[in-house]
């Protein structure tokens, strides 16, 4: 049974730290591609960052790049999000998600492209 289980959320203020991780199991990790996607409430669900199946290639958002940083232990099958400089809309329920293949083009930040996801962990950022 596929399983992705998101932890490390937690409420941080304005300009803080915080490092998600997602522990995957059920399927094998060096195929899939990994991303993590963010919803707030009353809002969709947007792409933060996706890496490919070797570790090497990363993809980010714009508003998360020089902030966000995104990396995997594929031998571990564990997938990080390390997170700098939260802003007040960073506020969301944070969801990895694992894509069969490798990324091409602008897949990476499409919800539809990713087979497997996790249940979510909370983040709140206060100001």
């Known amino acids: 049974q596929v399983q992705l289980v998101e932890s490390g959320g937690g409420s941080v203020q304005a300009g803080g730290s915080l490092k998600l991780s997602c522990a995957g199991s059920?399927?094998?990790?060096?195929?899939?591609?990994m991303g993590w996607f963010r919803q707030a409430p009353g809002k969709g669900r947007e792409a933060v960052a996706a890496?490919?199946?070797?570790?090497?290639?990363?993809y980010y958002a714009d508003s998360m790049k020089g902030r966000f940083i995104i990396s995997r232990d594929t031998a571990k099958n564990t997938l990080y999000l390390q997170m700098n400089s939260l802003k007040p809309e960073g506020t969301a329920m944070y969801y990895c998600?694992?894509?069969?293949?490798?990324?091409?083009?602008?897949?990476?930040?499409?919800?539809?492209?990713?087979?497997?996801w996790g249940q979510g962990t909370q983040v709140t950022v206060s100001s």
């Open positions: 998600a694992a894509a069969l293949g490798t990324l091409v083009g602008g897949a990476w930040s499409l919800n539809t492209r990713y087979r497997y």
């Open positions: 059920g399927y094998t990790a060096s195929i899939y591609s």
């Open positions: 890496i490919d199946s070797g570790g090497v290639i990363t």
